[in-house]
């Protein structure tokens, strides 16, 4: 990124915003849910945005996410939901999962509203009102008649069975008990608080496109006695302290800004723009948005199948055990605090590293490498010249964070690329 340079956003009228609230996307001109711009263009990429900030602003509730389910599955479901209810009414391409026979003249937007909606309301049930409140307003924009209701039949049965084929994919199984490895390397609870690892089997959840969770397994890290290991610790022992000298102002302004929400928030976020400041088909916009939702997903999958298969100790905790002598290299700190809290779960690979890559790479292949972004969170700008040097930053802002070393960046890298690259090629 070029951090210290104003660059003015291709994405014109459109400020992308990271947090969970607050959203301010769209065109200047017309407010971005206006039943009369749809009215007035026909089936557009709109209806599809609108959705997704339905969904992040459920999530922005603390209490709408089961806490042992990932929200990525979420979007995924939201996301396949329409873009099948569309290509079964267009045919413009093959489907996800479901082709569901549909009349001539039935419309493409009230079937993706109307899976949206079932999806939305079958995973948050509580958030019923407001989601009907939604649904009823994108309906309102498109003409009644044959075609309309057609669409809405179409978009039912899609989500219907989406659902139900999902309700056995694992993900409501209960996490065993976490059982800490108290070996040099082995992943334990974090200070300060040592909160309980999350997501413990989420690795085990069926995918949604790959075959299994650990398809594209990172290989082994090397021992925390090696030299390899040694230097890539003490990069994060000096940026990524808390009263860190040599982490520079704007490498802070960085891992604070990517910490602020939910990566997957603000990549979804950043595919919003997108679609809006490019004026996207509705076939064109839930390609884009079920590409980057089934890639995250299965990301985050295989993610937690590494993080709990090779189950490598946070930073945190390898600075202030140094004292034990497992490597000789790694001068311990028992009191060394990174500069933002860990998260609960283990290092490698990271989770910021795969999740952005995957997300940079499936929107490099719709948009192209060089692409200016503006993308601001609770009030932090920060300009990128393209997706991968905004994936870049998101990954290195966790050493500065004290959070990963370079180790876990780079095989998470390469794990979001590989599952971006394989959903492409089955989508």
Do not use: C
Request: hydrophobic content about 40%; glycine content about 8%; charged content about 15%.
């Amino acid at each position: 990124m070029d951090g210290k340079h104003k660059i003015l956003a291709a994405l014109t009228g459109t400020a992308l915003t990271a947090g969970l609230t607050g959203l301010a996307l769209g065109p200047t001109t017309t407010p971005a849910h206006s039943p009369t711009l749809r009215a007035a263009t026909g089936p557009s990429g709109m209806s599809v945005v609108e959705w997704n900030r339905e969904l992040i602003t459920v999530l922005s509730d603390p209490k709408a996410q089961p806490p042992t389910i990932h929200p990525t599955r979420s979007f995924a479901l939201l996301q396949a939901a329409e873009y099948d209810a569309v290509v079964s009414v267009t045919r413009a391409g093959p489907a996800y999962l479901f082709s569901v026979s549909a009349p001539r003249g039935a419309r493409a937007d009230a079937a993706a509203d109307q899976a949206a909606h079932d999806v939305l309301v079958a995973l948050y049930p509580a958030k019923r009102a407001s989601v009907d409140r939604r649904l009823s307003s994108q309906l309102s924009a498109i003409p009644n008649g044959p075609g309309k209701q057609a669409g809405i039949r179409v978009g039912a049965e899609v989500a219907r069975r989406l659902i139900s084929l999902r309700s056995h994919d694992g993900s409501s199984t209960k996490p065993p008990p976490f059982s800490p490895r108290n070996v040099a390397g082995g992943y334990r609870a974090t200070p300060p608080d040592f909160p309980t690892p999350v997501f413990t089997n989420w690795g085990s959840v069926k995918p949604f496109v790959l075959a299994k969770g650990s398809q594209f397994r990172p290989a082994p890290p090397p021992a925390v006695s090696t030299a390899e290991y040694a230097a890539a610790l003490n990069e994060v022992k000096s940026l990524g302290r808390k009263t860190s000298t040599t982490r520079t102002p704007d490498q802070t302004a960085a891992g604070k800004f990517w910490a602020a929400a939910p990566v997957w928030n603000v990549w979804n976020q950043i595919a919003q723009g997108l679609v809006t400041s490019q004026h996207a088909s509705l076939e064109k916009a839930v390609k884009v948005f079920a590409q980057l939702n089934l890639s995250l997903a299965d990301t985050a999958i295989a993610m937690y199948d590494a993080k709990y298969t090779y189950r490598v100790w946070r930073p945190v905790t390898a600075l202030r055990l140094g004292g034990t002598h497992y490597n000789p290299r790694i001068a311990g700190d028992p009191n060394w605090t990174p500069l933002l809290p860990t998260a609960p779960d283990p290092s490698y690979p990271a989770a910021h590293g795969a999740l952005s890559q995957a997300a940079a790479t499936t929107l490099t292949r719709f948009y192209g490498a060089q692409h200016h972004l503006v993308v601001t969170s609770k009030g932090v700008t920060r300009t990128f010249a393209g997706f991968q040097r905004a994936a870049t930053e998101a990954w290195l802002s966790r050493i500065w964070t004290g959070q990963h070393t370079s180790i876990d960046n780079r095989a998470g890298q390469q794990l979001g690329t590989q599952v971006a690259d394989f959903v492409a090629q089955h989508i």
